[in-house]
């Protein structure tokens, strides 16, 4: 039986994959799935703490974080296309007029 | 067994998401987050969770990042590629479509010729979780619903708009 420190290790790692991505990725839309990438570690270290504890709760707040997840990926793909429409590029870089 | 199979998925779901930062092609990115998403369902399905790990894989792996290549494609409009890349592509693409085809084949055989089909999961676990979700949680998941009416509109309102309007 695989101990549930295991899947907490790989959901950790993943994790922080995640935030690295987001921060030296240049485009809006990579940065973007690297928010799903970590909202799906998230995920993982629920089911994880759901089987060692033996309740059923973290795979419920699993269904949510998807549903919630899906929503904000509709808004946020939505901007990005409003960007794009505006500004003809997703880059990052060039995107900083509300730099000081 | 289990440990082959967690750490093939684990190697698969770490080293894509690893992938997708070396990576520059925003599509190859979107294509290495699916493969990512796979993969960890499979793990989904290792902590004793089938429900969470099929909604994984349709809505995930399926749904959202298929928008996301969706929105990918509006944006890098590159030129054709090269006729022999083509060719290699469709022959690689018809390759996998066939081993599809013969893999549901298999499968769907065996459903209906009865013997040793796949297995019904564990009813109980997937029950345990409806049951929750209406009855703990009832007006969390009213809440959700509500969300995604809200997403709907907004993306609507966001993304529907002309330009210069």
Same mark, same amino acid.
């Given at each position: 039986?695989? =101990?549930?420190?295991? +899947?907490?290790?790989?959901?950790? @790692?993943?994790?922080?994959?995640? #935030?690295?991505?987001? +921060?030296? *990725?240049?485009?809006?839309?990579?940065?973007?799935?690297?928010?799903?990438? /970590?909202?799906?570690?998230?995920?993982?270290?629920?089911? %994880?703490?759901?089987?060692?504890?033996?309740?059923?709760?973290?795979?419920?707040?699993?269904?949510? @974080?998807?549903? #919630?997840?899906?929503?904000? &990926?509709?808004?946020?793909?939505?901007?990005?296309?409003?960007?794009?429409?505006?500004?003809?590029?997703?880059?990052?870089?060039?995107? *900083?007029?509300?730099?000081? | 067994?289990?440990?082959?199979? +967690?750490?093939?998925?684990? +190697?698969?779901?770490?080293?894509? !998401?690893?992938?997708?930062?070396?990576?520059?092609?925003?599509?190859?990115? %979107?294509?290495?987050? !699916?493969?990512?998403?796979?993969?960890?369902?499979?793990?989904?399905?290792?902590?004793?969770? =089938?429900?969470?790990?099929? !909604?994984?894989?349709?809505?995930? %792996?399926?749904?959202? /990042? !298929?928008?996301?290549?969706?929105?990918? /494609?509006?944006?890098?409009?590159?030129?054709?590629?090269?006729?022999?890349?083509?060719?290699?592509?469709?022959?690689?693409?018809?390759?996998?479509? /066939?081993?599809?085809? &013969?893999?549901?084949?298999?499968?769907?055989?065996?459903? @209906?010729?009865?013997?040793?089909?796949?297995? =019904?999961?564990?009813?109980?676990?997937?029950?345990?979780?409806?049951?929750?979700?209406?009855?703990?949680?009832?007006?969390?998941?009213?809440?959700?619903?509500?969300?995604?009416?809200?997403?709907?509109?907004?993306?609507?309102?966001?993304?529907?708009?002309?330009?210069?309007?």
């Amino acid at each position: 039986m695989i =101990p549930p420190s295991a +899947f907490f290790a790989v959901a950790v @790692v993943l994790f922080v994959l995640g #935030v690295l991505a987001f +921060f030296v *990725k240049k485009d809006l839309l990579t940065q973007f799935m690297s928010v799903e990438v /970590m909202l799906n570690a998230g995920n993982l270290a629920f089911l %994880a703490l759901a089987k060692s504890l033996g309740k059923a709760e973290g795979q419920v707040i699993v269904l949510f @974080v998807i549903t #919630v997840a899906a929503a904000e &990926a509709v808004i946020g793909l939505a901007i990005i296309v409003l960007v794009f429409r505006q500004r003809k590029t997703i880059q990052t870089d060039e995107l *900083k007029d509300l730099k000081g | 067994m289990a440990w082959t199979v +967690f750490f093939i998925l684990s +190697f698969l779901c770490i080293g894509s !998401v690893a992938a997708m930062i070396l990576s520059r092609n925003q599509a190859h990115n %979107a294509l290495f987050l !699916v493969l990512s998403f796979s993969s960890l369902g499979g793990l989904f399905g290792l902590l004793d969770a =089938p429900f969470a790990a099929a !909604v994984q894989v349709l809505v995930y %792996a399926g749904a959202i /990042m !298929v928008l996301f290549l969706f929105a990918i /494609m509006m944006f890098n409009l590159r030129g054709e590629l090269p006729v022999r890349v083509k060719k290699a592509r469709l022959a690689l693409t018809a390759g996998l479509g /066939m081993f599809l085809l &013969a893999e549901l084949f298999l499968a769907g055989r065996k459903l @209906v010729l009865g013997g040793a089909g796949v297995a =019904p999961a564990a009813g109980g676990d997937t029950a345990r979780l409806g049951h929750f979700l209406f009855s703990d949680y009832l007006y969390a998941f009213e809440i959700t619903s509500l969300l995604i009416l809200a997403a709907l509109v907004g993306a609507l309102a966001l993304a529907g708009r002309k330009e210069g309007a």
